[in-house]
Structure formats: C-alpha cells, structure tokens
C-alpha cells in the first residue's frame, strides 16, 4: 500500500513536467495550428540557460534567491527566443503545407543543437540540489525528495494560471476565439499577427520553465531535445490538440501509467507511453478532451497537387533517366554504383510515401515502418529459415502490405495529426519490439543478409534494384491515374463531395494505405540486402 | 649522351618504385563523432596523438606515412556501412578501423567480411562482435561486457550481500551485462538471490518510480548497467532517497571520467566500478602518455583517449612485425600479438582475436567535490575470459580458419 502511495507520488512529479512542456505545446498548436517541433528545443534551452544563469546569480546572489532568479531568467529567455522563432520564421510559413511548416521547425531542431554544443560544450552539466528543497521529506516510511513535492505543487498552480489567463482576461479569450475559428476572428477586427506572436511567447515560456525545473533532477545534456518532444506530443494528442485541460488530464494518465508500468511490466517502459496513446486515439480519436476541427478552420487545404498526365516530354525524360541510369555501370566506379543502388532504393521509397501523402492526402509519420517491415521479413526469413532472396523479396511487400492495412483499419478512422500521431505511435511500438527483443537481433540487429550468390556482384544487384524500382514507381504512377487513384484524389480534396457521389473514401483510404505500405517493405528488403544487415533504426523516425 | 640516356631511362624506372615507398598507409577509420562527442573527441584525439608520433618516428615498412581517413557514422550502422564501402572501394583503405557503438561496430564487422578487409574494433563492447556474431578479419580492442561483467562479479562474490537487485538500459548491451553478471555471481556464489529487475529505456530512466520499485524489493546490494545521463539522474534521486544507504553498489562503467566527472559532489561513496583513475596511475609509459596528451591538448586524457592512442599504436606494431599491409599477412600477425600499451602487455588472442587490455576496478570516493577512484587495482583482461571451449563453442566455425 504504501509503496503504492510513493509510486503515485512519483507520477505526479513526472506528470508536472509534462504539463508544463506538453501545455505549451497545446496552446501554440491551439492557435497557429503549427505542429512546433522545435518545442523540445526550447525545453533543452530552458535547462541549459536556467544552469548557466543560476551557477552565476547563486555567486552574485547568494544561494536561494540566485537559484530561482536564474530559473525565471531562463524562462524568460526563452520565451524571447520563441518570439525571434515566431517572428522570423514561423510568421513566414502559416499558408504553407503542414508538413512544410514541421521541417522548418525540425530545421530549428537541429540548428539549437548545434548551437548548445558549441556554446556549452559536449558533457553533460549536473547543477547543485535546489537551495530550500535539498532534502528528503518522510511519506509512509519512505524517503520522498522535497523538490518533487514542489513541482507536484506546481502543476495544478500553472494549471490554474492558464485558466485565470484564457477565461478571465481579454487576450485569452481573443485565444480561445482563434482557436475556435481563426478566419472568423480576424475577420472581427483582431490583430492577428501580435496575437500569435504572443502565443507562441507564452508556449516557450512554458517550455523554458518545463526545462529549467528540470536542472535539480538530472543533468542537462544534448539529448534532453529528442527525449521531451515526443513524449510531449503524444500527451498532447492523448488530451487533445488545443484543450489545456485535456493536457492536464494526460500528462497526469501517462506519468501515473509510467510509474506504475516501472513496477508492473519493467520491460515495457519504453512502449507504454505510445500503448496508451494508441488505446486512447482508437476509443476517442480527437483524444480525450479534444475537439474535432471545425470545416473551414482546419489548415489551408484547398485541392491538393494536380497531377498531371503523361506528356510526351515527360515520357522522353523518364526513358532518358532510365538510360542513364542503366549505362550507369559502364563509366562509374564500384563506389559510385553502390550509392546509385542506395539513391534509387529510397527513391521507391519515397514514391511509396509520396503516393499516400500527396495522391492520399493522409500524413503518415510512421512510413519507416513498413520499411523496417518489409527489411526485417527478408532478413529474417533469409538468417532463420534460410529462404533465398527471391522468396524474401516477395514475402517482404506481402507482409508490409498487410502490416500496414492492420494498422491502416485503425489509423484511417482518424484525420490529420492524429492519424500522423498514431501512424507515429504504431511505428514507435514496431522499433521498440524490434529494438528490445531477442528473436529480432535486438539492438545488435541481423548480420549477413547477402543476395544470391548469382546476383553477388555490385553491378548485378544494381540492375536487379533498377528493374524493380522503376517497375514500383510505374505501378504506383498507373495507380494515381487509374480509377482507384482519381477516387483517392477525390476523398483527399473534398471528402463530403466525394461521399455524396457514392465513394467510399474511407475503403479507398485503407486501400492506399495498404499499398503504399507494400512498395515501402519491397524498397526494406531490396535496402536489407544491399547493407547486408538490418538494424532497428530502419524503423525509427530519424 | 648515351650513359646520359640510360641514366635517364634507369631513372625513369626507379621513380616509381620510390614513389611506391612513398605511398601512405591508408587507414579508414569510423566512428560517432557526432553522437557522443563526450567520449568520440577524446578518443580521436588519442588516435591522432599516436598517428603523429608515429608518424614522426619516421612512419612504418621504410619510411611510408600512416594516413587516416575519418568518417561520422553519426551513431546509425546504415551510415558507417556506407562510409566503410566508400573507404575500402574509393580510398582504397588497406583497413579498417574504430567505431564505438555496439551496432555500428557489428555491421562494419560484417562489411569487412564481406570485402576480407582487416577491421580493428576499438571500443565496441558486444561480447557478439568477436563471439556469436565473430569472423576472422574482426579483432576487438576494449575488454568487452562479458569481461568486465567478470570483473565486478569478482568484487560482487566477496561481499556478504545474499539478495540482489539489478538496473540496466533495456537494449543488447544492458541484457547482456546483466546476464553475464547474474551467471558468474552465481558460479561463484550459489546462495545468491536475485529479487528485483528494472530496466529503463535507454536515456528514459524514470528515475523516481525506478528506485522506489528497486527499493521495494529490499535488496542488500544492486548491480547498476545505466550510465550517460540515466546514472546521473539515478545518482541524484538515489542519494535523494537514500537508496544506496547500507546496500553495496557494484556499478560497469562508472568510474570511467566520461561517465564520473559529470556527478560532481553528487558521487555516491563505496560504490565498487570498473574505470580508469588517470591521475593515480604509475606505470612509466603510462606517465609519458599522460604528458604527451596534457602537452598536446591541454586536458587530461579520459578512457577514450587510451583507447584511441592504444588502437594505432597496435595496428602499427602488426603492420611493423608482418612487414606489409597485405590483409592475409595482417590477420596471421595479429592473431597472438603482443603489444605493449599504456597499461602494460596486451595480446590479441588468437583464439577469439579480442584483445587482453583489461580495466582497472576499484572504489568510488568524493574527494575536493569530484568523484575519484580509490582502492583501485588493474585487472588484466586475460584473467577474465571463458574457458576457451566456451569459446569456441559461440564463436562461428569460419571465423576460427
């Protein structure tokens, strides 16, 4: 009972932390309709700052008060940065496609990186305890540390200053009012511009302060970015995009689950937090407290890319890459054809993905997936069983295929970002698998995974890699032109109108999902025996 | 004129046999510069310090230079595959060498099987790279999981503790850790208990509910595998906690500077590790080392360093003593090699080819708000190893011809 008790304890320090950063997240998602990746960041800078700011006021100031100003300090920070963020890059993509607007924030990702280490440099920097809560407090007989009393204290306190904010001053409501219908509310009259300025301030804030309170628990490293962010964003989408509460409500169900995951099921924490997200999304898929986006306010979506049909120049172009690419051997080095093998494999790849975002209209974060599938099958079955590679080669597409129309049936019920999430979700679960258990190779993956003694040579498997590929892309082309396709094209620019005219967008959707999925694992296996080994990472979202 | 022609025409002939003496040494080396820079800087730094001195000790096989080509793999074995092709078809790399994650290190591995190209492993610490998963062009230089598992499972049989709890990141290298341990603690030990398994998500340690629910069980010691940030945070909630009091902590890796420096006063007292306590090491050659680096670089050396100083420095020895770079006279020079290194004799065992380099295993103690080892002693990598039918048992039969 009592160890039951502290465990609950611990979820609640862990659920404060994710309030703070996955509340931020919500509030900027909430209003901009940006999916900030670059939220992780901010956390990482909000530690960094808050270590460096507090080492020298708790010089200057002495121990207590030095320690919090740099906290608040570093909060602040931050939050100027997010306003730079916001000014000068964000205010610049809104009317760009959502996928578009995530790479510029993935881009600020990996430029805070770079930046840390070259300012901080690369070990990790463990600050002193917090002055005021360096001990331990006695709980049912159990030592609890008092620093995670406070940020227990904590988390419904800011919960109840977002609410004061959003529900009883002017600027909040004009928040909420642009979360509701942000054309409507510009349409009143409402500077749009300071407004989400402002917002995006308040989330960074929120970030900031998420990662300096984090300076007494562990040391600040690089990696803290990766590790907050996805976290973040599945409470995020567990609560519902945009509801404070909801966040509130998940991050306090995902730290419990994880407390108590650590006692019951110790080899599952790394999955537990996506389990949960994928329960949640499948029982209600606008997450728990969320709301499904009203018409007319979800992202600038009018038709989507026209495709064009074949034109005689275009058709002369793809015959001349292909010669290319076939005489490619006669003048190029062993070097060169590898890579040129490598180029054209992620070109199918990449047309597997392109067919099911741009033709289908649906974002998928967890293509890899089918990728890691389909590599993992062909090595698998050539290691274990030792089925020759052709056998690999068509078992792969088949059990990528029906992997993803298993995943495909529960995914497509949902829209936007949280079918990407869940899409994420599946994905993440499929690398842990891969990544922890022994009949897959775990971390140490499978080795030896060569082609046919007849197909050994560089050369040969490059034109081996070329027929096939280029045969996928034809197959995949012919399908965006063929009824199936223009019917996906349909569903994807006016879903209402193509129900009314007896589509069925959601079979088609499952369909497409299936199929791209089929060409990805043929591009993983055709990728498994060219590297000659496969390692969870071919599943992992880089 | 016409001795004048002939010279001319002798000359001609002899040019491109000194430009042959000439030609360098190439060396594609890789490893995950840009993912763990706390350890990779230090050991590139090692390897360049030997480079040079080499180097200006007048290169090797009459007077050629060793040149080293050093890729990023960036901590993804698609990454190093590629680079490791692009070194042996482009460069025209004689071999290959380094890598410092376990992954990484297993599909260079099998690169270099599949090219028959010579790779020295450096710091990877699968027991599977030079066992289950070995071929005969893989040799390994740093003592590997199952050694150092020895190590401290030696140390673990002579404390009274009778139950034990065990935290390790939940990926190969923690499985492994914990398994060696559990198996040679109890051939030594039969009356041992193990009552508690956690096991974290590498980088996710829930630090909180991990301890209480290692505490829960009421273990009288704990072996500890996390290490990076994940032991940074399990130090602080730990002695937070109070979870160490009255128990033995037996913990890999720990006193390795990497991993020690960054706990400050936070290091918890007595915990018995495996590492390296540079300033205390006596040893001649181990002093000349020290200077040199502290002169060159301005810091002193970590664990990476030794490894990256010590795998050049082998390399060259076997290129010296085999006379050629030919891959085939490499492997049969290497395999039973003695070198000496900055810890004293180490050999590449033939049976195996991993190498003898051991680690030293000792105290952890808090002196002046740094961690330092105390009571420490160099345990020789030779003296931790399975019997050789175990051996041969798990290492594939190609890999022993």
Redesign the interface.
Known sequence: MN?LL??AL??L??AATLFLVASGLSIIFGVTRIVNFAHGSLYMLGAYLAYSLSQFLMVKLGAPLGFWTGIALAAATVGLIGAAMELLLLRRIYQAAELFQLLATFGVVLVVQDAV?AIWG?????S??APGFK??VEIVG????Q??LLLIVLGPVVLAALWWLFHRTRWGTLVRAATEDREMTGALGVNQRWLFTSVVVLGSVLAGLGGALQI????V?L?MDI?IVVEAFAVVVIGGMGSIPGAFLAALLVGEI???G??LF??L??VLTFLVMAVVLVIRPYGLLGKPFATGTSPARGPGIHLHGTTPRLRLAGVALLAALALLPAFA???AQ??VT?IVILALFAASLHFILSIGGLVSFGHAAWFGAGAYTSALLATRLGVPMSGGLLAAPLAAGALALLVGWFCTRLTGVYLAMLTLAFAQILW?VA??S?WTG????I??V?PSVWLGSAVRYYYLTLLLCAASVLILRRAAFAPFGYALRAARDSPLRAEATGIDTRRRQWLAFGLAGAFAGLAGALYAFH???V?P??LSIP | MRMRGWAFVVGLLVLPLAAAENKPIVIGEISSYSTV??FT?PYRNGWQLAVEQINAAGGLLGGRKLEVISRDDGG???DA??HA??LI??QKADLLAGTFL??VG??V???AL?NKVLFVAAEPL?D?LVWD?GNRYTFRLRPSTYMQAAMLAEEAAKLPAKTWATVAP????G?SAVANFKELLKARRPDVEFVA?????L??L?????I??L??AKPEAIFNVTF??DL??FV??GN???LFEGRAVVSMLTGEP?YL??????TPKGWIVTGYPWDQIKGASHQRFVQAYEKRYGEPPRLGSVVGYTTFVAIADAIRKAGSTDTEKLIGTLRGLKVDTVFGPVTFRALDQQSTLGAFVGRLDLKDGRGVMVEWRYADGKDYMPPDAVVRKRRPPEAMR
């Open positions: 160890l502290i465990q611990s979820g320090s862990h280490l690369r070990e990790d920097l463990l002193p305890r001990g331990a159990q030592r609890f540390p620093y995670h007494p628990n562990e040391a490293n990696q590790g994880s407390a108590f650590v006692l110790p080899k924490t790394l080095g062993e070097y590898l890579l490598e842990s990544f922890q022994s775990g971390d140490n993956g080795l030896g060569w590297k000659g080994s390692f990472n071919v | 820079p706390a800087v993804k074995p698609d595959t590629r092709q692009e078809s482009s376990s992954n297993l599909a591995s099998d690169i599949r699968t599977a998963k939940n990926y190969e290298y499985q398994e956690q096991w974290p998500a980088g996710k829930d630090a909180g509910a991990t209480q629910a505490a829960a990076g940030a940074t945070k602080r909630e937070l906690r109070g990497e420096d960054p706990l400050k006063d936070e």
